[in-house]
């Protein structure tokens, strides 16, 4: 249930890389319920497609997870009720009541994952493994005009409060001292833009903003204007024939970003974190090799913790890289048939420090993913593991795990 969100992202990214038409929604209702859980120990090892969880949660619940549609109405709904490190917690982890008009326009009140930003560690300005969060979106339908068919999506929400850092995170000290500087936010308001714009069948291109703003310091009184910070992002999508049939795939595409810093309020694309990635597809098979990167800085970092706040795979916001934008990530991501029918997934990242003085940590990164059909719903599990190389130390591992069995009622 934690992947559904990250499924239906990765499956559209596919689906245009294919050239082929997004199938609507199911008007079908369904109700499912699922037992599982996870466990992590050693290093701080994220679980990426997890949406929030299995960033070193620990123990085992019940979840339960329903749709209904009638007349372009639909509401869903996703809760969990688990064991945590001790604690017993109960949270709405999806919700949406979606109105999609016979003409394209789409009305959500929602709290879902979702990605701008084509990278397959989430999207550059919001990711599909981060925290989801309260927001009201509208989406317009394709417009045509002279220099290509647009489309325009946008949101407001506001991130929910966040608890305090916890004891495992490696580099807790040093994010505390940020937080009390005025670097972070509570419960800030999070709102943003993004234009498509489709050039012909092979080309499509992106452009869009998030600010992250108001909410209150760490002491509790309203932030200060300078904490605010805004993110752009220009993309590219290039899908292409030639190189599908020279690999004898059934679709190819090429993806190309560059986003600027949030260091201030600015809408910039500079300074630039750029990634380029190659999409394969075959039948049952498909294959991912990514880059992305920002240059290296003579400065340190105006923050003085080693990763910015809003990674999410570094216990952040929704906003931002992955795996904090001083990272330079190297990653292939393998989906592949298993037995009975089954699927996997089989990610290999490799992640260093962009300074020039080295003051970050370099890691290996590796995610296994399977889940198969059976006769009474889904099974499946994901376990991750992380080898973080400190300058100075010896290397440190640590692992990530989760697993589930869903029941579908109907």
């Known amino acids: ?8 992202l990765r499956q559209a990214r596919q689906e245009w890389a294919l050239g082929q038409t997004p199938l609507p929604p199911s008007t079908m209702p369904s109700f499912e319920v699922g037992l599982g859980g996870a466990g992590s120990d050693g290093a701080y090892t994220p679980l990426t497609g997890g949406e929030g969880l299995g960033h070193g949660a620990e123990g085992w619940g019940l979840g339960l997870q329903g ?54 560690n989430g999207g550059e300005l919001l990711g599909d493994a981060a925290r989801a969060f309260p927001r009201l979106s509208l989406a317009t339908p394709g417009i045509t005009l002279p220099l290509g068919r647009w489309q325009l999506e946008a949101f407001l929400g506001r991130l929910v409060q966040d608890g305090p850092l916890p004891a495992w995170i490696p580099d807790r000290e040093s994010r505390a ?17 993004l234009a498509r714009a489709s050039f012909g069948s092979q080309l499509e291109g992106s452009l869009g903003t998030i600010t992250m703003t108001s909410g209150q310091d760490e002491l509790g009184h309203p932030a200060p204007d300078h904490s605010a910070r805004t993110q752009s992002l220009a993309e590219l999508r290039l899908r292409t024939s ?14 190309l970003s560059r986003c600027g810093a949030p260091e201030d309020g600015a809408r910039t694309l500079v300074p630039a974190r ?15 090799l990514e880059f992305a990167g920002s240059a290296a800085q003579s400065e340190p970092m105006a923050w003085p913790q080693p990763a910015y706040l809003a990674g999410f795979s570094n216990h ?12 330079i990530t190297r990653t292939l991501d393998l989906g592949l048939p298993l037995f009975l029918e089954g699927q996997g ?7 260093t420090s962009v300074s020039s003085q080295q003051t970050g940590t370099a890691s290996w990164f590796l995610q296994g993913d399977a889940q ?13 593991a992380r080898r973080n190389d400190e300058p100075g130390s010896e290397a440190r591992w640590g692992w990530t795990f989760s697993l589930f069995q869903t029941f579908r009622v109907f």
């Open 177 to 193: 001292t940020a937080a009390a500087a005025g670097l972070d936010l509570h419960q800030p308001r999070l709102w943003g833009a």
């Open 345 to 351: 997934r089989l990610k290999v990242l490799r992640a």
């Open 274 to 288: 750029d990634l380029v990635g190659l999409q394969l597809i075959w039948d049952g098979w498909d294959l991912t």
């Open 67 to 120: 749709r209904y549609s009638r007349d372009g109405w639909s509401i869903s709904a996703t809760a969990l009720a688990f064991r945590d490190h001790g604690a017993t917690l109960g949270i709405l982890q999806r919700a949406a009541l979606v109105h999609q008009s016979e003409s394209g326009w789409r009305v959500a009140l929602e709290q879902a994952p979702f990605a701008w930003g084509t990278g397959i």
């Open 372 to 384: 198969w059909r059976t006769p009474t719903g889904r099974l499946g599990a994901s376990v991750s």
């Open 1 to 8: 249930m934690l992947q559904d969100g990250a499924t239906a």
């Open 242 to 255: 030639f190189l599908a049939e020279l690999v004898q795939a059934r679709g190819a595409s090429w993806y």
């Open 316 to 327: 952040g916001d929704p906003l931002g890289s992955a795996f904090g934008r001083a990272s």
